[in-house]
């Protein structure tokens, strides 16, 4: 399940039919740096178009968001605060319409995605899950979620991602622009290099060794064992961790920056049950982070997830990164 390449994300913003054109051919050009399939592109196009005029027609303005990132998995999000659904399954049967169309908008979307999800709450918005694999269904049993954007004012995202097997990294270089980028870079290199083999706290060594000739980084490791029913946290710096199962618990991090001055490291192991969410994010979201009143949310898609906690908790100047995982 490791990466190769350096995640990508788009946030589109959509309120006219003009933005929906310039969103789909965005879209199919992200997939076209992995795919050539032309069914599986037409199919991606379709969703794209019934995504972003879904968001004109129903809920005035939104964004389209996507992640390319595991093994050529792309999740494209039709993310929103409109009026929100009162009854989601009536809405997906199609011919269901409330806005004099057809009505077969999302059970289309339904149809064309590998995987499909929807959570919509009314007065509070929607948000939409279409997922791609254009290489072939990764094989796991754990179910992923990621957005990693940059700041507003920047063409990169000076934060990161990665997975190895079952642990991952979330890395959040100093500042923003191109140096925070380059120090996330090389963090998450050497951590698909070295992360099969080595302890947490080894492996968050070397990194900060890596890193000090960068202008260094905010960087947390997890792995889970869901076998032996725990997660493992080893932290430095502002990377929030999370689990959310019966009740919230925060994951300690200790204090430091890594490539620069760093503490003791350590790791913190904590109970992992079925059902549980790890989610672990940048200083990007604000510190109030949770699940709120969205009943049901958890047994969403950890993208649909990602995408609603990026939406609702992310702070207007930085660079965000949100990353959501399950097992199942």
Not at 36 to 62: F, K, P, S
């Amino acid at each position: 399940m490791a990466l190769s390449g350096q995640p990508s994300s788009l946030v589109l913003p959509v309120s006219t039919a003009v933005h929906v054109d310039a969103a789909r051919r965005a879209l199919v050009r992200l997939a076209g740096n992995v795919t050539q399939d032309e069914t599986l592109l037409g199919r991606l196009t379709i969703v794209a178009q019934e995504l972003g005029y879904n968001l004109v027609r129903h809920a005035g303005h939104g964004e389209l968001c996507a992640t390319l990132g595991d093994a050529g998995v792309l999740d494209v999000l039709a993310v929103d605060r409109g009026p929100g659904m009162q009854d989601v399954a009536r809405c997906l049967t199609d011919h269901y319409s409330t806005a004099a169309t057809l009505g077969a908008g999302l059970g289309a979307i339904r149809r064309q995605s590998d995987v499909f999800d929807i959570h919509s709450r009314p007065g509070q918005g929607t948000l939409v899950l279409a997922r791609f694999h254009l290489v072939g269904a990764p094989n796991s049993r754990l179910q992923l979620g990621a957005l990693c954007t940059p700041h507003p004012e920047e063409q990169v995202c000076g934060d990161t991602w990665a997975v190895s097997g079952r642990r991952l990294l979330v890395c959040d270089g100093l500042g923003h622009g191109q140096q925070a980028a380059a120090a996330s870079r090389r963090a998450r290199e050497l951590f698909l290099r070295q992360a099969a083999h080595l302890p947490l706290q080894q492996l968050m060594e070397n990194l900060h060794q890596a890193l000090m000739e960068t202008r260094g980084a905010a960087l947390a490791l997890a792995e889970l064992d869901a076998d032996q029913g725990q997660v493992s946290f080893c932290g430095i710096g502002n990377i929030a961790g999370r689990l959310f199962g019966n009740g919230t618990r925060s994951l300690v991090s200790n204090n430091g920056t890594l490539g620069y001055r760093i503490g003791r490291i350590q790791t913190f192991t904590y109970p992992w049950t079925p059902g549980t969410l790890l989610v672990l994010n940048s200083d990007g979201l604000t510190s109030k982070v949770s699940l709120g009143e969205h009943s049901g949310l958890a047994g969403r898609h950890p993208a649909l997830i990602a995408a609603l906690l990026h939406r609702d908790f992310r702070r207007p100047a930085d660079d965000a990164t949100v990353l959501v995982l399950k097992h199942v």
